[in-house]
């Protein structure tokens, strides 16, 4: 139960993020009703340090420890409409990080698969999401270049890291028809590509550039 003062914030935040989407999604043409109200329902706020919530519904990354970051809320939205999830998917999440993709994910897929190279990253998002309220994710600590193997095949898999080439693995765990949404190119500058498996072959599209923390593994870059 919240005290009256944490009513009153939560209030606030949750008009914050009627604006984010109105503002920052909307206006961006972005056009997935179910990717919409799933951006308007998560608290953002909930998922980044104290420190930083008076700007988690701003127009860029913050800082979540551990050298990572939670993506812009464009940039979150994007991704996951690329998924095209329609409800009773199995969804791959490679770089849990703080958890709000993975819960976004939640609430459009049937069950949600992550992975996170930190452990205290896992930890604190499984924590999270738990009190949440979140029952259809399982998150593990690995390297997410090679996938999930074990829970494969996977109607999506989304990558929140930037990978020097596409992993493999992924490509390869994906079902018939699935889409693969992942940043690729430099450490610093990765352009965004979706790569739906059909045919016996791959088809990938591209959906402009952007930056997101190195993907580190043995199919991505190297701890260094």
Known sequence: MFSQKEKIQEEKFELLRREMVQSQLERRNLKDQRVLEAMRKVPRHRFVPEQSRSEAYDDHPLPIGEGQTISQPYMVAIMTELLELRGGEKVLEIGTGSGYQLAIL???????????????????????????????????????TIGWPERAPFDGIIVTAGAPKIPLPLVEQ???????????GEE????????????GGTRKEYFGGCVFVPLVGEHGWDVG
């Open 106 to 144: 939640a609430e459009l897929a049937r069950e949600v698969f992550s992975v996170e190279r930190l452990g205290p990253l896992a930890d604190r998002s499984r924590a999270r999401l738990r009190e949440l309220g979140y029952r259809n994710i399982e998150i593990r600590t690995g390297d997410g």
């Open 174 to 184: 994906l079902s018939e028809g699935g889409r693969l949404v992942i940043p690729v």
């Open 188 to 199: 610093r500058r990765q352009e965004l590509y979706r790569v739906v498996k059909e045919g």
